[in-house]
């Protein structure tokens, strides 16, 4: 769940569920309780999220209960420490990107060791290549 007018959003979860057959859940807007619900009835294994939305659907009393056997993938926003602490702490399995529009999307992606430490840049995807400038 990402707002289409992000390039994250707007290309990388329409066209992996289309790469890989799955059924898309699309919200007309976003609502932390009406999100989790959603996730929850649909079975939903996958989905992509700003790291706001996380920080609101944590508010949620028992979120991790929605949250059983998805995957997150957080992109559009530095996913801050201590929520990361909570969403790591109740088992929610959790993957952060870098990116750019221009860029097409993703350039980045954090592994499960990338994720342990903060203020990781995360792993160059295969095929990238970067350069950092001052």
């Not at 994250?8 to 289309?18: H, K, M, R």
């Not at 929850?40 to 790291?51: D, G, I, M, R, S």
């Not at 750019?100 to 903060?118: F, N, P």
Request: charged share 20%.
């Amino acid at each position: 769940m990402l707002p289409f007018s992000h390039g994250f959003g707007l290309y990388c979860p329409p066209v992996l569920t289309v790469f890989k057959g799955c059924t898309t859940v699309i919200m007309k807007s976003f609502d932390p309780k009406r999100m989790l619900e959603i996730i929850q009835k649909e079975k939903v294994t996958l989905t992509f999220c700003a790291p706001v939305m996380l920080q609101q659907m944590s508010e949620i009393p028992h979120f991790e209960d929605y949250l059983k056997g998805a995957r997150i993938i957080v992109g559009a926003g530095v996913l801050h420490p201590s929520l990361k602490k909570t969403l790591l702490e109740h088992g929610i399995w959790l993957r952060t990107t870098y990116g750019l529009s221009e860029a097409h999307c993703v350039s980045i992606m954090v592994s499960e060791k990338g994720l342990i430490r903060d203020g990781s840049g995360g792993q160059v995807f295969p095929l990238t290549e970067i350069r950092i400038v001052d």
